[in-house]
């Protein structure tokens, strides 16, 4: 595989090997000295075209962990401002010798476009548009199975996919404008767990009926079932905020609230792709309770990108030399 | 009323002779040579006696019929001449077999004075295919205030559009079409409510859904068709509507002719041809309005053309350079180029693919669309232009195409008269070919060539 755009491009297998090998990187995060000279001499580039906290830094902390020099542009001071398309933009990045480039934009399909500009490099998906956020997706898949894993009293890396068989994934909110609701939709659904959308009709996308899930308007009706409830934020800027009538009637069907805590089965977990707006979307008691794993997310969202950039950059035939394995 | 006839159409001087070729007349097709004399049809038949001097052109094993008529051109001729100008549109048009093409104008300025359409009719009038013009319903197609509809009108504009977008405000498009049949002009509508469709770019179901982009329903389109219907209903108008894309619209319209509305329909050879699920790809070259859709749609569309709902073939011709084809899906503009494969796309998909005859197919590419222009022999024929879309007969203006039905050639955009390549059709094998285009007994396209 050469690029990340989508949870497509690695299928049940691809996306248990990234998860397999995250859990080796998150083995050097638990240690003093992090870093590891996996991508000595690699350079990879950020290219945010859309604000970003949490993806950006994970993707070059991730990088700079594997010794990889990171070349970081910022659109705000960049030639996008003076009106260079997108295209020249990666062709310029390209001459300049690096082998990856991490590409948030507000269009869909913009990386998948980039792969084809582009020749011997690297694309990585970080978001795009309402499309996908793989990246998301995989470590949200990652820290779920972690936390089912601890549960079972079972190291991750022994479980595949099998702990996801069966389970019942009801991923709630914005689902519509969600690029995270389709990576984690095709990730969960690739791994075997049964995946429920859950929305207010005008939030849901207009035709799932490919797409293998269930679709239902009724959060209530689905905690007591559910093993994890993935709580999405409502996407107002791009523009969902009409979708509804009202913030305050989408939150009172649609929030996590701490009733709806109560609520969910022993052992069920809630997780956010971030980011969170208390008392919003999900409560502040929600947010802070040992079932949310909101920054388990986070933490894992580094060794979850070291995977994907390892094993797109070196085919994963290099080993794990000095990982720890 | 008065059209202000500026004849400036010379006839072609040198005599042409089309040898060989199975002619479409009013009996039919019959295997005939075709004799034109000073731009006129002068004799159809075999042995005829052939004037020393006159050029002979092969037509053996072709199909001789009447140039093809096109509702739908954007020759980008003012304003984005980068993309095309209407000297190459008019050479592409040729290429494709046509003898006459209407102009939108969504230009820049838009066509919405004399001054500016008089100006795309002169270079028109010595291009190689005869150009009329569609001016805009609204000035500056702003959905606002009437263009001079009645001026335009003296210059022979038989088609008032604002094409590119659809008159929002139902009390305008009410007074505009009002006004239209006053004039005796047709109001032709391209079928989009703007709030529906929320600034969708693909069409809204499956696809839009997987691949994360806007989308705008059918309704959106659809709509606007059942509005101007039920306008052109009550006010006994001339109703022309532009480039249908769904089931509803073809349902829609198949019910107000039987009810005697006085509607004509057309369509576009990637809407009977393509679906959405291309645009897997996000390559900006399959973005067009309307936008592709999913096959029940294109089905709709192929009935449409099969039962007469739908009266004719256009292009929607839209030229685009290639740097603004190469952004971002969403941000790149709507179109694709049609002229220089639309006989072809007929042919596969009517033709060979639904059972259309060869003889229907000349009524979907010439006469319909010649009688809805205006271009043919009863109609105002703006600006002097000929008539077009006639069966072959003596005493008619050779405005001719003749096909090829069983050559095959495979789309080479960049080989496009087209100053742009965006066709979304790129390495497709394609079925049939123009092998001449005979314009006023000119042979502007020999054996696949412009000669001008």
């Not at chain 1, 705000?76 to 690096?98: C, M, N, P, R, W």
């Not at chain 2, 108008?237 to 006085?262: E, F, M, P």
């Not at chain 2, 399959?286 to 192929?302: C, G, T």
Request: glycine share 10%; charged share 20%.
């Amino acid at each position: 595989m050469k690029n990340l755009l989508s949870i497509h491009d690695l299928g049940k297998a691809g996306i248990i090997d990234v998860m397999n090998v995250a859990e080796s990187f998150a083995e050097v995060e638990r240690r003093t000295m992090k870093k590891v000279p996996a991508l000595k001499g690699k350079v990879v580039a950020t290219l945010f075209f859309e604000e970003s906290t949490r993806t950006r830094l994970s993707f070059e902390t991730a990088a700079k962990r594997l010794s990889a020099d990171v070349l970081s542009l910022s659109v705000a001071s960049s030639s996008v401002k003076k009106g260079e398309s997108l295209k020249d933009t990666l062709k310029t990045i390209e001459s300049l010798g690096i082998d990856a480039v991490i590409i948030r934009h507000r269009s869909s399909g913009a990386p998948l476009q980039a792969s084809r500009w582009l020749d011997d490099i690297a694309v990585i998906n970080a978001g795009d548009g309402w499309h996908e956020h793989p990246s998301q997706g995989l470590l949200d898949a990652f820290t779920v199975r972690q936390a089912w894993a601890e549960d079972a009293g079972v190291k991750p890396i022994d479980t595949g996919a099998e702990l996801f068989a069966g389970k019942r994934i009801v991923i709630v909110g914005d689902i519509a404008h969600s690029r995270v609701a389709r990576s984690e939709t095709l990730a969960y659904k690739a791994l075997g767990a049964d995946v429920v959308l859950c929305a207010p009709q005008t939030l849901l996308p207009s035709d799932t009926s490919s797409w293998g899930v269930e679709v239902t308007h009724d959060l209530d009706a689905e905690l007591e079932q559910a093993d994890l409830i993935s709580v999405l934020r409502l996407q107002a800027e791009r523009g969902s905020g009409e979708c509804v009538p009202s913030l305050r009637e989408f939150n009172a069907d649609f929030a996590m609230t701490t009733t709806r805590l109560r609520a969910l089965k022993p052992g069920a977990r809630v997780t956010h792709p971030g980011p969170m707006v208390r008392g919003v979307e999900i409560a502040s008691e929600v947010a802070d309770d040992p079932r949310c794993l909101v920054t388990t997310q986070v933490t894992n969202g580094v060794a979850v990108r070291m995977a994907v950039l390892y094993l797109l950059l070196t085919g994963g035939n290099q080993g794990l030399e000095g990982v720890g394995q | 009323m008065t059209i202000i006839q500026t004849a400036r159409y010379g006839m072609a001087q040198e005599a042409l002779a089309i040898v060989g070729g199975n002619v479409l007349t009013q009996t039919g097709l019959i295997r005939a040579d075709v004799m034109v004399e000073e731009g006129i049809v002068t004799a159809i038949g075999l042995d005829l006696d052939l004037p020393v001097a006159a050029k002979v052109i092969n037509a053996a094993g072709c199909v001789v019929g009447p140039g093809f008529v096109d509702l739908h051109t954007h020759l980008r001729e003012p304003g984005k001449e980068q993309a095309e100008t209407i000297a190459t549109g008019a050479r592409a048009a040729a290429l494709g077999g046509y003898t006459a093409v209407v102009a939108m104008p969504n230009t820049d300025p838009v066509l919405d004075s004399a001054f500016v359409v008089r100006a795309v009719l002169d270079l028109g009038a010595v291009s190689t295919c005869e150009v009329a013009v569609a001016g805009a319903i609204t000035v500056g197609r702003q959905g606002e205030a009437l263009s001079p509809i009645a001026e335009l009108a003296k210059l022979g504009v038989q088609l008032f559009t604002d094409d590119g977008s659809g008159v929002q405000h139902g009390g305008v498009a009410r007074r505009a079409l009002d006004y239209c049949r006053g004039l005796g002009v047709t109001y032709a509508e391209h079928c989009e409510d703007n709030a529906i469709a929320a600034g969708g770019v693909v069409h809204e179901g499956e696809w839009s859904a997987k691949l994360g982009l806007p989308g705008q329903p059918a309704s959106a389109e659809e709509a606007m068709v059942a509005r101007d219907l039920l306008l052109a209903r009550e006010l006994g108008a001339r109703l022309h509507l532009l480039h249908l894309s769904t089931q509803g619209s073809v349902d829609l319209v198949r019910q107000a002719k039987a009810a005697g509305i006085k509607v004509t329909a057309e369509a576009a050879p990637h809407h009977f041809t393509l679906t959405d699920a291309t645009l897997q790809s996000y390559d900006a070259v399959f973005k067009v309005n309307p936008p592709l859709r999913p096959d029940h749609h294109v089905q709709a569309i192929i009935q449409g053309f099969l039962d007469g709902t739908i009266d004719a073939v256009a292009t929607d011709h839209a030229p685009h350079t290639k740097e603004t084809k190469d952004l971002p899906f969403d941000e790149a503009p709507p179109g694709m180029l049609g002229l220089e494969t639309a006989f072809s796309l007929t042919y596969e998909r009517l033709v060979l693919g639904a059972k259309m005859s060869i003889e229907q197919l000349f009524q979907v590419m010439s006469t319909n669309p010649a009688r809805i222009a205006g271009l043919d022999r009863s109609g105002a024929r703006p600006y002097g232009h000929t008539p077009h879309g006639e069966l072959v007969a003596v005493g008619n203006v050779a405005n001719l195409v003749v096909v090829d039905l069983d050559a095959t050639w495979t789309v080479d955009g960049s080989s496009f008269a087209s100053l742009a390549a965006n066709t979304p059709y790129e390495g497709r094998v394609m079925h049939g070919a123009i092998r001449h285009t005979v314009l006023r007994g000119e042979p502007v396209v020999l054996e696949g060539v412009a000669t001008r």
